[in-house]
């Protein structure tokens, strides 16, 4: 992968860690966990009719995360590594123009290799030309929803 590619997926891509510092609601004690959190992908559209094998630079630092997504990642470059994520969370700017055509297929297809769960969430980019609201029903069952890990709400 070229210098400025992964330059630009290491400050795309933060390793968070949620550490139990004490009980939580209810009395029980959160386990620990960690989580791939990613922004501001802009998969390029992709129109009806466009070759799924059209290029997209976007795509392949996309296969790279979902390859450090099966890892343990270190905290800070050069210190001990947490445990592998528990799940990644896709935040804004998904796609660049929206779901024309077959964009949502193809940001699919490039998140198919992930070892675990993939959570989005759309930002101003996701909705520009075609909104992505029926495929956030679809996935999700809302266009904005929460979910549960490991005894925390996100």
């Given at each position: 992968?070229?210098?400025?590619?992964?330059?630009?997926?290491?400050?795309?891509?933060?390793?968070?860690?949620?550490?139990?510092?004490?009980?939580?609601?209810?009395?029980?004690?959160?386990?620990d966990f960690c989580f791939l959190h990613i922004?501001?992908?802009?998969?390029?559209?992709?129109?009806?009719?466009t070759p799924e094998n059209a290029a997209d630079?976007?795509?392949?630092?996309?296969?790279?995360?979902?390859?450090?997504?099966?890892?343990?990642?270190?905290?800070?470059?050069?210190?001990?590594?947490?445990?592998?994520?528990?799940?990644?969370?896709?935040?804004?700017?998904?796609?660049?123009?929206?779901?024309?055509?077959?964009?949502?297929?193809?940001?699919?297809?490039?998140?198919?290799?992930?070892?675990?769960?993939?959570?989005?969430?759309?930002?101003?980019?996701?909705?520009?030309?075609?909104?992505?609201?029926?495929?956030?029903?679809?996935?999700?069952?809302?266009?904005?929803?929460?979910?549960?890990?490991?005894?925390?709400?996100?």
């Amino acid at each position: 992968m070229p210098a400025r590619t992964r330059r630009l997926v290491l400050c795309l891509v933060a390793v968070l860690a949620a550490r139990s510092a004490g009980p939580a609601a209810g009395g029980q004690r959160l386990e620990d966990f960690c989580f791939l959190h990613i922004s501001d992908i802009h998969v390029n559209p992709r129109p009806a009719g466009t070759p799924e094998n059209a290029a997209d630079p976007h795509l392949e630092p996309l296969a790279w995360v979902c390859r450090q997504a099966g890892e343990a990642q270190p905290a800070v470059p050069g210190g001990p590594p947490l445990m592998k994520p528990a799940f990644v969370w896709a935040t804004g700017d998904l796609t660049e123009y929206g779901v024309i055509g077959s964009t949502w297929a193809a940001f699919e297809a490039a998140f198919a290799g992930l070892p675990v769960k993939l959570y989005v969430v759309p930002g101003n980019h996701d909705n520009t030309w075609t909104a992505m609201l029926h495929v956030m029903r679809q996935r999700h069952g809302g266009d904005h929803y929460a979910f549960d890990r490991f005894g925390c709400r996100f």
